[in-house]
């Protein structure tokens, strides 16, 4: 029993003086000098820093110091620094902390997009730590989320989305020119519009029109498909219109104008250059055993929840007025393709916002 005790009590003291052991060699020894690259090194006993050896590895020190862009000044941002794997990273370390950030600043920059991170290397030292993590992120438009974020309060993402969409200016305020206007996933509205004298290729005339309605060939032709599915749901639709012409959208917009003023003529009609009928994608539909508006509860429903099949979105719904600016139009389809068309349809969001967060690279 005494044999055993004593036993247990050396057992206690050899790993007591094996962990002290530890502590002491640790603190004693230039233990971590192992970890650095021979080149480190070099600097290293160059410059006498050899301090840096009680400090935990750090791979970011390793690579500032073997690519010679050690500043004995930010020592200790360095070594707050995660390493990221990237062909910019002694550089942009060395360039932003000039501009005035520090380690833990630095360590968010890197969680920038490769865009975001080279224009910061242009600005001054900017605090964009409320927007980490955002997809759709733009340091180009930082001032404007602030400012939005204080006057709405709405939650960080959608202040994003909503001031890369524009909707932090009013509408038609400041409407850039559309550069791809050929392109099926082109979006036009009232702060992206087209060239007056832009007219779409390959606009034929759909099969069901009594006046000569066109669309896009790509377009007519999923156009078909769509309007012979509802036929077979016993959904009766018929085109009315479709591509417009500037000139046309113009007469059109006019005409509203002059009856029912701007702000309203706004709210139901494009102004010419800002509709999507420009670009020989949209189409209003009809239900001709319908009287008194142009579909009813059973035909949107039909078109909202089967559109998307044959590559069309209903543009224009309740929950998008905010965002689009145009009250509620079931008869208003765009389109956009079969895959696009179906994510849109699946995310539930408006065309504008989809965009920004999914097509947009910032
Ligand atoms: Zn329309």
Redesign the pocket.
């Known amino acids: 029993m005494r044999k055993k005790l004593k036993k247990s009590v050396y057992l206690v003291l050899f790993i007591i003086i094996l962990i002290g052991g530890f502590f002491i060699y640790r603190s004693f020894s230039n233990n971590n000098k192992k970890y650095y690259s021979d080149e480190a090194i070099k600097v290293i006993e160059e410059e006498n820093l050899s301090d840096i050896y009680k400090e935990d590895y750090s791979k970011t020190l390793d690579t500032i110091l073997k690519n010679g862009a050690y500043e004995a000044e930010y020592l200790e941002e360095y070594l707050k620094i995660d390493y990221v794997d990237n062909d910019n990273f002694t550089s942009y370390i060395s360039k932003f902390l000039n501009i005035g950030y520090n380690g833990n600043e630095i360590n968010n920059i890197f969680k920038l997009s490769e865009k975001n991170q080279e224009k910061l290397l242009d600005l001054e030292k900017k605090d964009f730590s409320k927007y980490i993590g955002i997809s759709n992120f733009n340091i180009d438009n930082l001032e404007r989320y602030d400012a939005y974020l204080e006057e709405t309060n709405k939650d960080i993402e959608t202040v994003v989305t909503y001031v890369n969409i524009n909707l932090d200016k009013p509408f038609y305020e400041d409407s850039t020119l559309v550069e791809n206007p050929h392109d099926l996933t082109v979006i036009v509205n009232k702060y992206h519009h087209l060239d007056k004298d832009f007219v779409p290729d390959n606009l034929v005339t759909l099969f069901d029109s009594t006046n000569g309605a066109k669309m896009v060939k790509e377009a007519a032709d999923a156009y078909k498909l769509f309007i012979d599915a509802a036929k077979k749901d016993n959904i009766t639709l018929q085109s009315t ?1 479709a591509y417009r012409s500037y000139s046309f959208q113009n007469i059109l917009y006019t005409n509203y104008v002059a009856e029912d003023g701007v702000e309203l003529a706004d709210t139901y009609s ?1 102004r010419p250059g800002s ?3 420009q670009l020989g994608l ?3 539909l009809n239900d001709p055993t319908v009287s008194g508006s142009r579909l009813d509860d059973k035909d949107y429903n039909w078109v909202l929840n089967n559109s998307y099949k044959y590559g069309f979105i209903v ?2 719904t309740e929950e998008g007025v905010p965002i689009t600016g145009y009250m509620e ?1 079931p ?3 765009r389109y956009l393709g079969v895959e696009l068309a179906t994510k849109v349809y699946e995310s539930k969001l408006t065309y504008e916002e989809y965009y920004d967060l999914y097509m947009m690279e910032y």
């Open positions: 219109t494009a509709s999507e009928h949209a189409v209003d543009r224009y139009e008869w208003h389809i």
